[in-house]
């Protein structure tokens, strides 16, 4: 990333009397953590407390992150027009709620951290590197670059969002990620504690997706792995499919998976993730996106006939 583009977040942080932080809806670990440890940063090293909002479910196994119950409900912060507003891990509109967009749309100036391929949503700085693990990643070589001082609670955060987004370090084949979460440890992250608070699951969280992993279909020739969570499942679904994607990754000869979520009748949220099939153009198609193994869209249509959709949309690609 450039120092430019640095030196103007720092420049704009400085001057905004009112700053709003926030990931895309339904926020994952690097998301949740990568606005969490920006917050973290800006107090302890510009003196101002931003507010943090989200929009969907925050899953307990996050409950441990420092200023977790900061969060706001979009719904439910004052309206108001901020100074500087910093979007996180989105790359696309489709991933905010309209309450979020407003305050973007809204805002004197506009900030995005990312790093996805995915980028119809513009800001007036955009940080985008495609090549990161995570925007934790990202966020982290900032401080570096504008030498902030990272504290415990920062470095937690952060190091957080590179490990859920990488699956345990799992995703990665280069040393960049795990060197920068060995700087985090030294700074005070604790690898132990934050593995096992984000094994914390609700009970019913962990009924759901055993019934969503027994409903699981499977098409080409195995290669496609297609699980439906129905709208009473959802509610009960407090991990997201995160959970429900690391079982089925581990079946011999699964190349792809679609989770479909019905959110809403009519409307159902798809999650597409690979170990090597590009599924981002697949995303896009229907108007979403994301990165080349993992994606994801909506689809306006019921559930069996969404499965048809996506189903038919991987003919030719396995």
Partial sequence: MSKEKIDLLVRKITAAKSILIFGHKNPDGDSLASVLGLRHLIADNFGKTADI??????????????????????????????????????????????????????????????????????????????????????????????????????????????????????????????????????????????????????????????????DAEFFYNGQLAVASIPKALYKNLDSGETEIVLFLRRIRGVECIAILKEAHPEEIRVSLRSGKISVREIAESFGGGGHDLSAGMKIFANLPKAKKIIVESFKGIL
Avoid at 154 to 161: E, F, W
Avoid at 162 to 179: E, N, V
């Fill in 53 to 214: 909002i989200y929009d969907g479910n925050l899953p307990i196994s996050y409950d441990f992150l420092p200023g977790r119950m900061d969060f706001v409900y979009a719904e439910k912060l004052p309206d108001k027009k901020y100074d500087l507003v910093i979007i996180s891990d989105t790359g696309s509109f489709v991933q905010l709620d309209s309450m979020q967009q407003k305050f973007f749309d809204s805002a004197t100036n506009t900030i995005k951290i990312d790093h996805h391929k995915t980028m119809d949503l513009l800001a007036d700085v955009d940080i985008v590197d495609t090549d990161a693990s995570s925007v934790c990643e990202i966020i982290y070589e900032i401080a570096h670059a504008a030498k902030w001082k990272i504290n415990a609670d920062a470095a937690t955060c952060l190091y957080s969002g590179i490990y859920t987004d990488a699956q345990g370090f799992s995703f990665i084949d280069d040393s960049k990620p795990l060197l920068i979460a060995a700087a985090l440890v030294d700074l005070g992250a604790k690898p132990r504690s934050i593995s096992e608070g984000l094994k914390v699951a609700t009970r019913g969280d962990i009924m759901a997706q055993a019934e969503v992993l027994a």
